[in-house]
């Protein structure tokens, strides 16, 4: 891909996400609280559901950022003929490929906003101290290997659509959908993330924590916050996809006309 490709998926895929993050930060909120062990109400209710949002806010743009940065080098990588059979391969490999990058931002920007949104009352940046002091490096990446998972078989739903408006809403359909069949790893994801240090759920292992999760609370526990879960997403998907795609003609019809 060319510099200017390059620089438009980097600024473009940041704004898109950062986007998301802000305008959808209550209802990922609930959909948190729903999932904590302690329950709906002991997590907070509908109090403070703007907690841990310093957390989301620093780490968006770095993450959608690195997201499609990676997503569009790989399809360049892997470049095929458009009418081959192999292009929506191609697609979800590089989305994999991206959600891998991004994680690495992504997932301790979340432990911090997750455990933030379950503690009200305790700032954001004290949180993120705590985490080290206690955990070291690896506690802020508890929970790396369900969220992969997790985002990985999501984000092969992506594509690409020619109009921004067809890209918005595939992405709020898809989405939706794929939030559904993919919330149990969302549960587990959040019940990692904040498990006490030391815990067996702690230790990251996905399914022991979804069997835990059956155990104690059966079909319902699995799928808890699926509903709020799909709203962000359908929601986040027609933001998303539709702000990254006019960002990203935008910045390169400016880059065209400064040539």
């Avoid at 559901?49 to 569009?72: C, D, K, Q, R, W």
């Avoid at 595939?170 to 969302?186: I, R, S």
Wanted: proline share 3%; with cysteine; aromatic share 12%.
């Amino acid at each position: 891909m060319d510099k200017p490709g390059l620089t438009a998926s980097l600024v473009a895929g940041g704004v898109a996400g950062v986007s998301v993050d802000l305008i959808l930060f209550p209802l990922d909120t609930i959909k948190t609280r729903l999932q904590s062990p302690q329950g709906f109400n002991k997590a907070g209710g509908f109090r403070g559901i703007y907690a841990g949002v310093p957390s989301a806010a620093i780490g968006s743009f770095p993450n959608a950022a690195a997201f499609f940065l990676t997503y569009e080098y790989v399809k360049w990588f892997l470049h095929t003929d458009s009418a081959s059979c192999f292009v929506p391969v191609k697609h979800m490999l590089a989305a994999s490929a991206g959600e891998v990058v991004a994680c690495l931002i992504r997932v301790p920007s979340e432990v911090v906003k997750q455990r933030a949104q379950v503690s009200a009352s305790s700032r954001t940046f004290q949180i993120f101290s705590n985490i080290l002091y206690e955990e070291g490096i690896q506690g802020l990446y508890r929970g790396y290997k369900s969220t992969v998972l997790r985002e990985a078989l999501w984000s092969w739903r992506q594509d690409h659509v020619v109009d921004s408006w067809q890209s918005a809403v595939c992405g709020a359909f898809a989405g939706g959908f794929a939030a559904a069949v993919t919330t149990p790893l969302d549960v587990a994801k959040t019940r990692i993330m904040l498990a006490k240090a030391g815990s067996s759920t702690a230790s990251g292992n996905v399914l022991s924590a979804l069997h835990g999760v059956w155990q104690s609370q059966g079909l319902a526990g699995l799928f808890a916050g699926v509903f709020p879960r799909m709203a962000a997403i359908s929601l986040g998907g027609f933001i998303f996809l539709g702000a990254y795609d006019q960002t990203y003609s935008l910045l390169l019809e400016v880059g065209r006309k400064s040539l």
